[in-house]
């Protein structure tokens, strides 16, 4: 595509195809040059949203699944949920998933089938990052 | 953010995410105890409180960006793109349509094809994305063969650039080339390889930055949590010194042939350079081994080094075993424990790399990176296009000629 190029000579506008990037002149003085400049952001292609799952009415009586990721202040953090957990609703369990790859999703890792196993088995997760 | 980013990205926009006073990283059971404690009532809560809509069913949020960014003077669009977020903070020279056109001559794909989608967004790394990125980095259209095997190392999964590329541990993407582009295009691979001064390392690795940031979408403190950060994120891009090396070159030992042009990668977190311990293949060899050079590290052997090793049947190969046998602890464990690099073999020799590199003098380089997560070098073929010899005449000329004084 040709650029466009605006010239005013003496108030007169001409409109003239030329180089890029274009130029104004006014009055015998040139103005700077203006540049029509390409958006370096990519398009992505749209991901369709889902909900989350519906929420549980009390944790009494449910598996609640604790997944520690890799870094090593969640497995600490997931333990004292637990402790929590267990004090605050008598019958409540718990399930760890003790994640070992970095910063892998799980279903990307060689435990994925263990992994779908876990999820199947719990009533709600709590995941620890400790980062 | 980062985490909502995370979830967003994957299509779970509405994930209840929630903070602690718990400090980074830490182990400290008292403060585990205190940030868990403080936090538990919004954990129940966040389990158990009633979806609202936007939980429920997440509206789809898509723009197609206009291609057309902006208009205005070299300045205005500079501070425009910086403000966006588009830049590395420096100026850049204006991708307009001309400027890009010139760029795709630097390949035989069309202006629309997707070479890969890079992450964390996915954004399609398309011809013309990577000529709009290459412009603003002030690249030649000679570039273009490199920054398109760039993205396609970066996506390949044995980088695990998945990871790095966003990682606390700000890694950044390191690239060797061989082979004969070297010359083409003046990658330098003597004096000050690494400092600034020679527009191809320079531009390149540039062009490469631009794409992981504006193509990829990983924004700083958001999408790309470095804790610290890292200057060979700017650049860090050099060629083997191939004439000067009494070994074969880094892609031959990869596999590759000896007249193709190749990009290896690997995301290092440090540099360091030291002199050696004393003037003699010893004194090289145990300096090297005392820098301890972690799982994926390149150690960086100027050609003097070089020549004296392998008068006395030092070779690459061997380098590297004594550098394992010798180092105090190569692959120490990492995360408290909690992890063990996971090396490409037993003894993690492919997990080192030795590259010669430098000009005349006494020094020793090392990239190296905090750990191995099964990553790997990942070296591809650079594929040119059918014009590049024309090419290369066109631009051959494009290098510094100093002032004399």
Request: net charge neutral; aromatic share 8%.
């Amino acid at each position: 595509m040709k650029k466009i190029f605006f010239v005013l000579i003496l108030g007169a506008s001409v409109v003239m195809a030329g180089q890029d990037p274009s130029s104004v002149q006014s009055a015998g003085k040139t103005a700077e040059p203006q540049f029509k400049v390409l958006s370096p952001w990519a398009e992505a292609d749209p991901i369709t949203p889902r909900g989350i799952s519906t929420r549980l009415n009390t944790l009494a009586g449910k598996q609640i699944g604790l997944f520690a990721n890799f870094k090593r202040a969640s497995r600490p953090i997931v333990a004292e949920v637990e402790k929590h957990l267990k004090a605050m609703y008598p019958g409540c369990e718990t399930s760890l998933f003790d994640s070992r790859g970095a910063n892998v999703v799980e279903t990307e890792t060689n435990n994925r089938e263990q992994f779908i196993a876990w999820i199947k088995e719990v009533d709600a997760v709590i995941l620890a990052v400790g980062d | 953010m980062d985490a909502r980013s995370a979830a967003s990205s994957r299509g779970i926009p509405g994930i209840r995410i929630l903070g602690t006073s718990i400090p980074c990283e830490t182990n400290e059971k008292s403060e585990i105890e205190t940030g868990v404690a403080a936090a538990m009532d919004n954990i129940i809560a966040a389990l158990t409180d009633p979806l609202n809509a936007d939980e429920k069913s997440p509206k789809q949020r898509f723009e197609k960006p206009a291609r057309i960014a902006f208009t205005g003077s070299y300045e205005e669009v500079s501070r425009y793109f910086y403000r966006k977020g588009w830049t590395d903070g420096l100026a850049i020279a204006p991708p307009t349509e001309k400027a890009v056109a010139e760029m795709m001559t630097g390949t035989d794909l069309p202006s629309d094809h997707v070479v890969v989608k890079l992450i964390p967004r996915l954004g399609k790394a398309t011809v013309e994305k990577i000529a709009v990125n290459a412009v603003m980095a002030g690249a030649l259209p000679t570039h273009m063969p490199v920054l398109i095997a760039a993205v396609k190392t970066l996506m390949d999964p044995r980088s695990r650039f998945d990871t790095f590329g966003v990682s606390t541990g700000s890694w950044a993407p390191f690239f060797v080339v061989n082979g004969p582009i070297r010359n083409d295009i003046h990658i330098n691979c003597g004096s000050g390889a690494l400092s600034p001064g020679d527009i191809s390392n320079a531009a390149i690795g540039r062009a490469i930055g631009f794409n992981i940031k504006n193509i990829g979408g990983a924004r700083k403190g958001i999408e790309d949590m470095g804790v610290l950060g890292n200057p060979g994120k700017y650049t860090l891009v050099l060629g083997e010194y191939e004439e000067e090396s009494p070994w074969e070159p880094l892609h031959v030992e990869r596999g590759f042939k000896k007249e193709d042009s190749t990009l290896t990668l690997f995301l290092p977190n440090t540099y360091i350079q030291t002199i050696p311990r004393d003037t003699n293949a010893k004194g090289y060899l145990e300096t090297y081994a005392s820098l301890n050079p972690g799982s994926m590290s390149c150690l960086l052997v100027v050609p003097p080094h070089a020549k004296v090793l392998a008068s006395e049947g030092w070779t690459k190969k061997r380098i590297k075993e004594y550098i394992l046998e010798n180092s105090a602890s190569p692959f120490p464990p990492v995360q408290g424990g909690r992890g063990t690099p996971i090396l490409q073999t037993e003894t993690g020799i492919d997990d080192l790399m030795i590259v010669v590199a430098g000009g005349p003098g006494a020094w020793i380089g090392l990239l190296r990176s905090a750990g191995g997560w099964e990553n790997s070098f990942v070296t591809m073929k650079i594929d040119l296009p059918r014009n590049w010899d024309r090419l290369v005449a066109k631009y051959k000329n494009v290098v510094p000629a100093y002032v004399g004084y």
